[in-house]
């Protein structure tokens, strides 16, 4: 599928913007349509667009504009989680207070996420703008599942259904090849995005029967990214850790035009957890949970690290062994290798806090060989590509969407500027320090 036509809810304008301009004057740009830095800027925002953006001397400020003095000051776009799973309407916040004007939520039927977005576009929820993903599809769902996909008949319903209800993307787990096949066809010729794990039944029971869904039929399926780099280890090298077979690989997905989520914090959350069981949860742990969740987050966080010492099913236990540093290595090759990376965190619940974790995923990048820019370019510029949204964001220019972020440091030297926000931007609305501090600690 052409990732031009990918998300045609996002091609309509914002709504709901602010009435006065915007101006932030005497900033550093990091524009991040090239790696450099632009000092001492102005740019001006009207009606949620990037109206002027030039030397501080050079560009008119239009009256009865707010002034925001950023001298000294930082300004980015927006950054962008492409894997989450929103439960709850408290929690959707957080991820703006952490700099993320975009997600992309990965289930439909975990939270209420198509009355979230909207509410977050009129102005009545504060967020990051939400893509909604529908109801995962996969074979072997429980009886009350919505959307069974045992026939291609039933695949091709199911994504018409989830077209109708308003869904911006489909989202596929594990399916049978016929199913799979004919929900990518029908997904093609509703022009709706398709997106999630390699979706081959046959590699979470053996490692070494062929696939029934090769990777090549994945590659030309128009699947617009694959989640989850650690499976790659399973499904695109069967579990042989040879370096060697990372590079072609890779060629194969960028060839595909096939992006990867890489949704590794996770994975080395699990593992801390295994290795340090209930020291997991020290004293600074549980008080950013209790913060973030309350009460009932620190108790729900107990029994996750009690879930993943005891339940967690054979394959995840094996692709420990490819954790951390063999994850890492692919991370860093497949960078080397033109692949587009995405940022993606799986975050749920309080042992990977909303926002939060997706900035420690940007991290990785970095402990991975990468530099700062190339974790930005994955939350900005190759999110907006991907989302079919690049003409409008993922660069701070004139003429795009002003969804912006504020910082204090130089990103480009140190990610460790953008865990100290002094405001950010989405969809016309500016939150200052004060509002978003609000948000993590409202008893302040």
């Not at 769902?141 to 008949?153: I, K, S, W």
Request: a negative charge; one cysteine or more.
């Amino acid at each position: 599928m052409s990732r031009a036509l990918c998300l045609f809810l996002f091609l309509a304008p914002s709504v709901a913007v602010t009435a006065e301009p915007i101006v932030f004057e005497g900033v550093h740009v990091v524009p991040m349509d090239r790696e450099t830095l632009l000092e001492e800027m102005t740019v001006v925002v009207e009606d949620g667009l990037i109206t002027a953006f030039g030397k501080s001397d050079r560009v008119s400020v239009p009256p009865d504009s707010r002034r925001i003095e950023a001298r000294g000051q930082f300004l980015l776009p927006g950054l962008v989680e492409m894997h989450v799973h929103l439960r709850a309407r408290d929690n959707v916040e957080l991820y703006l207070t952490h700099g993320f004007t975009t997600v992309r939520d990965m289930n439909g039927r975990l939270g209420d996420t198509l009355t979230w977005r909207d509410e977050v576009r009129a102005g009545t929820l504060m967020g990051p703008r939400i893509v909604a993903g529908g109801v995962t599809l996969y074979q072997g769902a429980p009886e009350d599942h919505p959307y069974p996909v045992r026939t291609p008949d039933e695949a091709r319903r199911a994504v018409r259904d989830m077209v109708a209800r308003g869904y911006d993307l489909i989202k596929v787990y594990r399916l049978d090849r016929e199913p799979f096949l004919a929900l990518m066809d029908e997904a093609r010729r509703l022009s709706i995005p398709v997106a999630g794990h390699h979706p081959d039944v046959v590699h979470d029971q053996s490692y070494e029967a062929p696939l029934d869904i090769s990777m090549e039929d994945v590659l030309t399926s128009g699947m617009v990214s694959l989640e989850h780099l650690d499976e790659l280890v399973n499904v695109g090298l069967r579990m042989k850790l040879d370096p060697d077979a990372i590079a072609p690989l890779a060629r194969k997905l960028r060839a595909g035009n096939v992006a990867v989520t890489t949704i590794l914090g996770q994975d080395f959350m699990v593992q801390r957890v295994r290795r340090e069981e209930d020291a997991y949860l020290n004293e600074e742990r549980e008080r950013e949970i209790r913060t973030l969740f309350g009460e009932e987050g620190v108790a729900t966080a107990r029994q996750q690290i009690e879930r993943i010492g005891t339940d967690l099913p054979r394959n995840i236990e094996d692709l420990g062994a490819a954790i951390p540093e063999f994850s890492l290595l692919m991370l860093r090759r497949f960078h080397e290798e033109g692949v587009e990376l995405l940022i993606g965190t799986d975050s749920h619940g309080p042992l990977l806090p909303a926002g939060r974790s997706g900035l420690d995923e940007m991290d990785l990048f970095v402990e991975a060989g990468l530099r700062p820019y190339d974790a930005l370019r994955a939350a900005t510029v190759n999110a907006a590509r991907v989302l079919g949204a690049l003409d409008r964001r993922g660069t701070v220019a004139v003429g795009k969407e002003a969804d912006l972020l504020l910082v204090e440091g130089n990103p480009l030297e140190s990610l460790a500027s953008l865990r100290r926000p002094l405001g950010v931007m989405v969809m016309g609305r500016y939150y200052d320090r004060t509002q978003l501090r609000t948000v993590i600690s409202p008893s302040q």
